[in-house]
């Protein structure tokens, strides 16, 4: 049985998942390993304006990033005995096992074409989220199984179908890519999230989500948006790798990316929303199913709204959620700026312009 016969949510999933009350989704294995429910349209948003505003295709560093974090997750995976017969096994079998990981994760469906142990790997994969970071994922796993650094290729068929293919040439030379991340603290929260009996993952969330574990895709049934479910270590990895190499401005960038998204949904709603204080607690309620962070308290100071939200995934991206929804209620332009998570949460200050 894939599905849990009570709420649909797929076994896999809520048995490898928990919903804190924080407003962190924490890996059951590894409760320091946060996980995020991400509109996959904001996603590929992001990576687009960004790659328009600076003129430049970020596709290298979105698959390498993606490969760095897949690689530091798949050597915290298999370490151990799992590594010792994973790696002495390594064959495609291992790489299928991995592909029905994606699969519940809501990343795609893959498959392996071709295989030989330490040389190449050649996969297919439909319903890719994104094409070059799940091609930098299946090619992390490559480096961390294989313990060799491959050259990745990947190629999207018209019919949307992407190939990939990992070389790892006649040498097997290990990848020297460093990866490096620092946790932030983890604030303690109160929420109750009602579970499912039987499988025990939140009623909200088979009531708001659609499982597809043959397509590989996870839908949020009322808008119809495709989310994926990804690390926050790999999420804010990718995002440093982004600023690293193409300047401070893209904290800020990224803030506006998402605030135009967010204001552009909530006026096609077309719905008189509540701007008051409640009004943004309420809004801010949505983050925690998706383990985005944890609302606490917003308050005005004439136009000026202050937010604390704790645990945030990402501070630009909490700050552009809070900015979108102060620009559809109020109609004016409004400038956002965050504190940094150290302590655990982080601040966000929205003015008019
Ligand atoms: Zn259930």
Redesign the pocket.
């Known amino acids: 049985m894939k599905y ?1 016969p ?4 797929s076994r896999t999933l ?1 048995s490898e998942h928990r919903w804190d009350p924080g407003g962190n989704v924490t890996l059951t294995r590894d409760p320091t390993h946060r996980m995020t429910l991400l509109d996959n349209e904001a996603l590929d948003n992001i990576f687009e304006s960004i790659s328009q505003r600076i003129g430049l295709p970020v596709n290298n560093i979105v698959k390498e990033a993606k490969r760095k974090s897949s690689r530091h997750f798949m050597d915290a995976l298999l370490s151990g005995m799992l590594g010792v017969v994973a790696r002495n096994l390594a064959s495609a079998r291992v790489y299928d096992r991995l592909g029905e990981q994606l699969s519940s994760l809501g990343l795609g469906h893959a498959r392996v074409i071709a295989y030989r142990r330490h040389r190449f790997l050649e996969g297919k994969v439909t319903n890719p989220y994104n094409a070059p970071a799940i091609a930098g994922d299946i090619s992390g796993a490559f480096d961390s199984v294989e313990g060799c650094a491959g050259e990745v290729a990947f190629d999207m068929s018209p019919d949307g179908t992407l190939h990939v293919q990992i070389d790892a040439g006649s040498e097997c030379d290990p990848f020297d890519g460093r990866f490096s991340f620092v946790q932030p603290p983890v604030v303690p929260g109160r929420n109750i999230f009602e579970l ?1 009996p ?4 939140p009623i909200d969330l ?1 009531r708001h989500y659609s499982f597809d574990l043959e397509r590989g895709v996870i839908i949020e049934k009322k808008t119809g948006h495709r989310v994926v479910i990804i690390g926050v270590i790999a999420l804010r990895g990718l995002f440093d790798e982004l600023a690293n190499e193409l300047g401070d401005e893209i904290p800020g960038m990224i803030m506006t990316i998402e605030k135009d998204r967010v204001k552009d949904i909530i006026l096609s709603k077309g719905k008189d929303l509540d701007s008051s204080e409640q009004g943004y607690m309420r809004y801010m309620k949505t983050l925690q199913l998706r383990g985005l962070g944890n609302g606490i308290s917003a308050s005005f100071s004439g136009d000026t709204l202050t937010a604390r939200v704790d645990n945030p995934y990402y501070e630009p991206l909490i700050a552009g959620f809070i900015a979108g929804f102060y620009e559809a209620t109020t109609g004016r332009g409004s400038r956002a700026s965050w504190t940094r998570a150290d302590s655990g949460y982080t601040e966000v200050t929205v003015e008019p312009v």
């Open positions: 849990c009570r709420c649909g949510v809520a499912c039987v499988c025990r993952a088979g």
